[in-house]
């Protein structure tokens, strides 16, 4: 029997590591395939992905062994040898904790869940806080039951799956085949009458739901006024009318006495799941991957501890960062409409967490994804928002001040679990809601805010001036054929913290809520004080009242993923002359008359009509239609490129209803290709360096190096932009691609795929509520 504890190492740089993964790769290179290459079972491979053997073992030490691979079938080992030894083999399973998932294990992951959960709950004085609200002993008093059904029988005779376990994962196929609650009514009462009798399966949602109570997590639900002046939470819980308004809370009384609020919100405590993070010994070990399993390397960002914001927060805190198990967070929101209609401007709002201690890979899955809020709004939330964070705030401070009292299962021993949320990261229009800065008008940017280079076009502001981002000596800065004028003004300097925490402090607190006589009240009062504020901040957000927030080196992400598809939207519109996305309108063509620039552009009088001149960077309709050819050829992966090739119209040669997936897609790797054959040079120049420059942001790994140089590119791409395209072409989100390498720096790789994890959520989070199922079953629990 080959020996394979090595696999189980931690220690990766230890002697035992190192033979036993010599001696595999001896056992390998007897069954290398004709391109002397074989399966790499790393983590991240998993047996899917062919290397040859250096790269493998590569692979192992960076990443490790994928510790469910025990029969390495693969590899050359003798199957037969291995079932002969059936004891040895069981030792290898139990050694590893993550190899209860197995298939081929009888037993499933409850047994070991409720021990789990037992013994917490025998344990920690604090188990009120992960089980039922009635208190311990209600909490404690229910495990018994989920023992008795882990161990019931489905039906008399049943081997497979006992009662507990089955319902588990039927609930959990609702959840991610996105059934509604009807559906799985008429599926539970069919498979009832369809199994033998005396089958322990309920006949309906509602009853599985009381059968699974006691493992789930509850939520609060919690009363906000008509005009979201304040919640009726805490101090105001027994209020009967609204502190700040006088508004009264309920809109009347139901026929059985129960009163209807006029508005209401769930939250989802965040402490308890962090807890039970730990007393699963599953997850465990994953909440402490950053310090322990990651391997740091010297300019290579892999996940965000290898970042600068991270390392900073430890220096600034050592207090926290010596304890390894404390969680960093990420903070996420957006509004959605749960209806799809989008004539109805009916909106949602869930506020999402995610836990960074993982390792990339696991703390991107839906599992993981922590909702703390959800918020139903009829419109956009603005400055109210900050009434509906109050309970999150408040938990967050007293996780970061005191901590909670939690047991880790892997350690055996009690430690004090404290959490802080390291950046947020929104789309544009939720940057500002969250953030209390303006991102509209001439100082939209956040980054560079009051030296934000705009000016006034006709029908919009244009931000460019890029060329200050260029050395004083340039030779472009001379050319005035960008916007008319010689460039002399340096790069804008970033604020720090506390510079912004100045400013905020200084601005106008008004009474949040959307109450007509509170509002006019605010505005008579600023007026009366002869209040001006000459800042694009708006408000003071909650979030400062973290300790930690002013000195965060990155406070709000700025989300690459809407930002690429927005500068797609904009190329794609403009080279096809899409109606309604096109930059280049006559508009367009009379701004460049204004700015006496381009004149070969310049709109053209013909009678009593006036031409527009063709452009350089516009196809003609055929090559419109040729170009739609070629992305109707082109065969992608199963799931990798969506439904690019169903959003072409052939007939017009144009592309519609592109996503932000297809928009990844089209931008960095079809437009290179297949604009080459119809535009010259210096456009497709520049469109290839836009579609490099996200390609490399958007890897998962990231080389300091490269970001430097992709900093330094991506200023040389947007003045060649500014050279060839109009100035109404340069919105504020063609701008802000000039901050994302520093902000990758700063942050890590993790931020484009963390948001394509919300919309992803967002999607499912749609379907639940418009099937009028609960929504703690997608993403709460």
């Known amino acids: 029997m080959i020996d394979k504890n090595w696999i189980f190492q931690k220690d990766r740089l230890s002697e035992e590591f190192f033979n036993g993964l010599k001696n595999f790769l001896k056992l390998s290179s ?97 188990f009120v806080n992960l089980g039922d609200s009635n208190g311990d002993n209600n909490a404690r008093n229910s495990l018994p039951n989920l023992f008795a059904e882990a161990e019931k029988e489905l039906y008399p005779g049943c081997t497979v799956f006992s009662s507990l376990t089955f319902i588990v994962n039927l609930m959990h196929i609702k959840v991610m085949c996105d059934w509604s609650n009807k559906s799985f009514d008429l599926l539970l009462d069919l498979l009832w009458k369809a199994f033998p009798k005396d089958n322990k399966i309920p006949r309906s949602y509602y009853e599985a739901k009381k059968m699974l109570r006691d493992l ?50 769930q939250y989802f405590p965040i402490t308890p799941r962090l807890q039970r993070l730990f007393m699963s010994r599953h997850t465990s070990t994953d909440m402490r991957w950053h310090k322990e399993e990651r391997v740091d390397t010297d300019g290579e960002l892999r996940h965000p501890a290898d970042a600068e914001v991270w390392k900073d927060f430890d220096r600034q805190y050592p207090n926290f960062a010596k304890e390894t198990r404390n969680v960093r967070l990420g903070f996420a929101t957006d509004g959605f409409n749960p209806f799809g209609d989008l004539s109805n401007a009916h909106s949602m709002w869930p506020v999402l967490l995610m836990p960074y201690n993982m390792p990339p890979w696991k703390c991107m899955k839906r599992e993981f994804v922590m909702m703390a809020l959800l918020i139903p709004r009829p419109s956009a939330l603005g400055k109210d928002i900050d009434v509906f964070l109050r309970p999150l705030i408040d938990e967050l401070k007293e996780l970061w001040e005191n ?85 002399r003004r340096s790069a804008p300097r970033i604020l720090t913290g506390d510079e912004i925490l100045d400013k905020v402090k200084g601005l106008w607190k008004c009474r949040p809520g959307k109450n007509d006589k509170i509002i006019k009240e605010d505005k008579q009062q600023m007026k009366d004080a002869s209040y001006e504020n000459k800042t694009n901040w708006r408000r003071k957000s909650i979030l400062w009242e973290l300790e930690y927030w002013p000195k965060l080196k990155l406070r709000h992400n700025l989300d690459v993923m809407h930002i690429e598809k927005n500068i797609c939207e904009s190329v794609v519109g403009t080279i096809f002359s899409i109606d309604g996305k096109s930059k280049d309108t006559e508009k367009a063509r009379l701004d460049l008359q204004d700015l006496n620039i381009r004149k070969q552009l310049h709109m053209k009088k013909k009678g009593n009509k006036w031409l527009k001149p063709v452009a350089c960077y516009t196809l003609s309709a055929k090559e419109r239609q040729e170009f739609c050819t070629f992305i109707k050829s082109v065969k992608f992966p199963d799931g990798y490129a969506g439904n690019i090739s169903r959003n072409v119209n052939m007939k017009d040669g144009k592309l519609f209803g592109l996503k932000s997936h297809d928009c990844h897609i089209l931008l960095q790797r079809l437009l290179p290709i297949g604009l080459r054959p119809y535009l010259n040079k210096k456009v497709m120049d520049a469109i290839a360096e836009l579609s490099l420059f996200f390609r490399k942001l958007c890897a998962r790994t990231l080389n300091v190096k490269d970001l430097d140089e992709l900093e330094e590119g991506i200023v040389l791409t947007l003045c060649k932009l500014e050279s060839i395209f109009p100035p ?54």
């Not at 009888?106 to 047994?111: A, P, Y």
């Not at 006024?225 to 009264?248: Q, T």
């Open 30 to 126: 007897f069954h290398l395939n004709d391109e002397n290459k074989i399966r790499c079972p790393c983590v991240s491979c998993m047996n899917l992905y062919y290397y040859d053997l250096e790269t493998i073992e590569r692979h192992i030490f960076v990443r490790g062994f994928y510790t469910k691979y025990v029969l390495w079938e693969f590899h050359g080992e003798d199957i037969t040898e291995i079932h002969e030894d059936e004891e040895n083999a069981e030792s290898i399973v139990e050694e590893d904790n993550t190899l209860y998932d197995s298939d081929d294990e009888d037993d499933d992951d409850m047994i070991p869940a409720l021990e789990d959960l037992a013994n917490q709950s025998h344990r920690n004085s604090e």
């Open 216 to 265: 789930g997590l509850r939520y609060e639900t919690i009363h906000v006024c008509k005009d979201n002046c304040a919640l009726f939470w805490k101090e105001n819980e027994n209020a009967e009318r609204c502190p700040v308004c006088d508004h009264e809370r309920y809109k009347f009384q139901g026929t059985k006495g129960k009163k209807i609020p006029y508005k209401k919100m």
């Open 403 to 487: 901590g909670v009292r939690t047991f880790d299962i892997v350690d055996q021993e009690y430690f004090t679990m404290r959490a802080a949320v390291l950046w947020t990261i929104n789309d544009f229009p939720a940057y500002g809601t969250v953030s209390g800065y303006s991102t509209q008008g001439y100082k939209a940017c956040p980054v560079c805010e009051e030296d934000t280079s705009s000016f006034r076009v006709r029908g919009k502001t244009c931000f460019m001036g890029h060329r200050r981002y260029l050395s004083l000596n340039h030779q472009w800065r001379k050319d005035k054929e960008y916007d008319g004028t010689i460039e």
């Open 728 to 781: 109404a072409f340069f919105d504020v989100m063609i701008h802000l691609a000039v901050h994302l390498p520093l902000e990758a720096k700063l942050g890590g790789p993790v931020q484009m795929r963390w948001m394509y994890s919300i919309e992803r959520e967002l999607g499912h989070l749609k379907k639940y509520v418009k099937n009028k199922a609960r929504p703690e079953g997608c993403i709460a629990q």
